[in-house]
Antibody
């Protein structure tokens, strides 16, 4: 069955960096585009970034553009999110998500990122 | 950016009753609209895509309708496991956006 397992979350100071990883299994990873979606505590869902199946097309939300970098390693069935210059408003659960035709049909369990001094 | 507005923010319903949730887009998204269910401490779960197609394993009591800018999620007879927060999402372009959510609570 499809599994997406995020890791790398934690507590970081404002201005700091963190790298999230997502290990995918149960499907042919290189066939699917992937996204990161986040949810601040008690808030709604916010799309963060998208990467095509080959990695050749990438998009970012305006709120993270220039600070976050999405990447993937199809040989390792892994998705990554490098987060730099972190701000308090980046505090959220970050979900790794598999897309199909635009909607998200599989979600990971999420990893919590807390930005605080 | 396409803004998605859901109403109401909270819906109080008794088990067995019908629930109707609305989602409005600030511009047309055609039928590129999905609905998700989220329970506390869990990841969202896909319910509906293409505005009206149920995802695999989703019970028939969930139905979606609409196109363009006005969409509806209907739960025909609420079960105890349906009390949750529901989000709509437009994916008409790469800059996908979500509504703020509707919480369905027990009356």
């Amino acid at each position: 069955q499809v599994q997406l397992v995020e890791s790398g979350g934690g507590l970081v100071k404002p201005g700091g960096s963190l790298r999230l990883s997502c290990a995918a299994s149960g499907f042919t990873f290189s066939d699917y585009y992937m996204s990161w979606i986040r949810q601040a505590p008690g808030k709604g869902l916010e799309w963060v970034s998208y990467i095509s199946s080959s990695g050749s097309t990438i998009y970012y939300a305006d709120s993270v553009k220039g600070r976050f970098t999405i990447s993937r390693d199809n040989a390792k069935n892994s998705l990554y999110l490098q987060m730099n210059s972190l701000r308090a408003e980046d505090t959220a659960v970050y979900y790794c998500a598999r897309g199909l035709g635009g909607y998200i049909n599989y979600w990971g369990q999420g990893t919590l990122v807390t930005v605080s001094s | 950016e396409i803004v998605m507005t859901q109403s109401p923010a909270t819906l109080s319903v008794s088990p067995g009753e019908r629930a109707t949730l609305s989602c409005r887009a600030s511009q047309s998204v055609s039928s590129n609209l999905a609905w998700y269910q989220q329970k506390p401490g869990q990841a969202p779960r896909l319910l509906i895509y293409g505005a009206s197609t149920r995802a695999t394993g989703i019970p028939a009591r969930f139905s979606g309708s609409g196109s363009g800018t006005e969409f509806t999620l209907t739960i025909s007879s609420l079960q105890s496991e349906d009390f949750a927060v529901y989000y709509c999402q437009q994916y008409n372009n790469w800059r996908q956006t979500f509504g703020q959510g509707t919480k369905v609570e027990i009356k």
